[in-house]
């Protein structure tokens, strides 16, 4: 998983680059599920964080879901 | 004597009166209150409705130094707001976009709604706590400024002390009711074009409400406009203008007119009327089309001048009108054109230190001294 972890960095840097903000989304999404799996939660809540900002910055339906993980987790409103 | 002394001069009848005195062109000073007391406080036109179409379009605008976002919400309701974060000061928005979910901030990614409600403030207890118990979004929304929309312009209300729009521009709206609720339909791109003019914001205005300089500038008028088909509109403390008898719709060379309002009163088959609504939209009214002009102050000495063209149905945005709309709006650019010399030399003259505001015409010159003495009274009442 770490390996997968540094791809995903160099993928978002990418993607930050490119302003692809969907793929922000998608990766920043899967950065949060690769650092719960490890449990590690407070860095998959800022990936996650990460992943909702860009998604409603978009008005990417994904943001919904992204936000109801993010309240059950006591980190949003 | 202070500034403040001339304006009694200026409050006067108009056989008595004197003009603004020339600190209001030429100084930094009186630029600076003007902004406070005559445009913020006023309803002034910002932009034109059809700048921002579909929901979700942004465009920043500086507004004499001021930072506003106008957009369209999903509901298709234009909003103002200032363009900045209420968390650092960052301006929010940049560059004309669309935006497809919230207003981002570049900054720290604190979140807007396009109706202003603060939603996401990413981080602000720590790296992935997304909630403070200091941080009410509830108070941190942004700063909505007043807005109104009335022939596609958007008027705003800086300060937020005017009375509502309806209230304000009561009298402009009863003058031309018979106009009131139909079509505004933009024309194409050459239906919209601007002037970059060397002369103070109100000169453009002053120049505009009288017909008594028609003959002079606009000679080419003269064939089918003379002096005497012109009347005078002035309602204090609102607008003022003039009035044509003869105004003729264009006629193509195969016989093709831009159709008309449907069921206008007898008045408007050979009248136009063209007022300044006070403190910088300039809007004309014909059977068959309108346009509105946004002066944009850009500073003591230089206004951008935004001309809009409209037409009466939808079908005349098409291409079946293009060369129509083309021929037209070069007409009216001509027309416009003329008046810059005009303005720009108002503004020259003003630095003439002996100039005292000038002689206004009884009879002529009623629309720009009704103007003058609008803008005497509110730097009166805010001083």
Redesign the interface.
Same mark, same amino acid.
């Given at each position: 998983m770490p390996d997968r972890l540094a791809t995903l960095d160099r993928e978002l840097l990418a993607a930050h680059a490119a302003g692809d903000m969907p793929a922000l989304v998608r990766l920043y999404a899967e950065a949060a599920e690769a650092c719960e799996a490890e449990g590690q939660s407070d860095a998959a809540g800022f990936y996650r964080t990460h992943a909702y900002v860009f998604a409603l910055a978009l008005g990417d339906a994904r943001a919904g879901a992204l936000h109801a993980k993010l309240k059950a987790d006591g980190r949003e409103q | 004597m202070t500034m403040h002394d001339d304006l009694d001069a200026v409050l006067k009848p108009v056989e008595q009166a004197r003009g603004l005195p020339n600190a209001h062109y030429v100084s930094d000073e009186m630029f600076a209150e003007e902004r406070e007391a005559v445009l913020f406080s006023s309803w002034a036109g910002l932009t034109f409705g059809k700048e921002i179409p579909v929901p979700?379009d942004a465009l920043p605008i500086d507004f004499m130094g001021m930072p506003l976002l106008a957009l369209r919400d999903r509901k298709g309701q234009v909003r103002v707001f200032q363009n900045t974060c209420r968390h650092r000061g960052m301006i929010l928005v940049e560059k004309k976009r669309n935006? $497809?979910? =919230?207003i +981002?901030c570049p900054y720290h990614?604190w979140?807007y709604a396009l109706t202003g409600e603060l939603?996401?403030t @990413?981080?602000v207890g720590g @790296? $992935?706590?997304? =909630?403070h118990e200091t941080i009410r +979004?509830a108070e941190l929304g942004l700063i909505e400024i007043a807005s109104h929309v009335w022939r596609d312009v958007v008027f705003v209300n800086v300060s937020g002390t005017a009375p509502p729009f309806e209230v304000y521009a009561a009298e402009a709206i009863r003058l031309w009711g018979d106009y009131e609720g139909r079509p505004v339909v933009a024309g194409g791109p050459e239906s919209a074009f601007t002037f970059d003019v060397a002369c103070n914001w109100k000169l453009a205005v002053e120049n505009y409400c009288e017909s008594y300089h028609l003959p002079w500038v606009h000679p080419g008028l003269n064939s089918y406009s003379r002096l005497e088909d012109h009347y005078n509109i002035e309602a204090p403390g609102a607008f003022s203008g003039q009035g044509t008898l003869v105004y003729r719709p264009m006629i193509a060379a195969d016989g093709r007119r831009f159709p008309d309002y449907e069921g206008l009163p007898e008045k408007w088959r050979e009248g136009a009327e063209y007022i300044a609504l006070y403190p910088n939209v300039l809007l004309g009214v014909h059977r068959d089309q309108s346009f509105a002009i946004i002066l944009e102050p850009r500073g003591k000495e230089r206004t951008v001048e935004h001309v809009q063209i409209y037409y009466a149905d939808d079908s005349v945005a098409g291409d079946d009108w293009a060369d129509m709309r083309a021929e037209n709006a070069r007409l009216w650019h001509t027309v416009f054109a003329e008046d810059v010399f005009v303005v720009e030399g108002m503004q020259k003259g003003r630095h003439g230190v002996h100039f005292d505001g000038g002689k206004f015409s009884p009879v002529m010159d009623g629309p720009t001294h009704c103007f003058h003495r609008w803008v005497a009274e509110r730097v009166s009442a805010a001083s």
């Open positions: - | 979700g935006i $497809g979910g =919230v +981002r990614s979140c939603k996401a @990413p981080h @790296p $992935g706590q997304n =909630v +979004r």
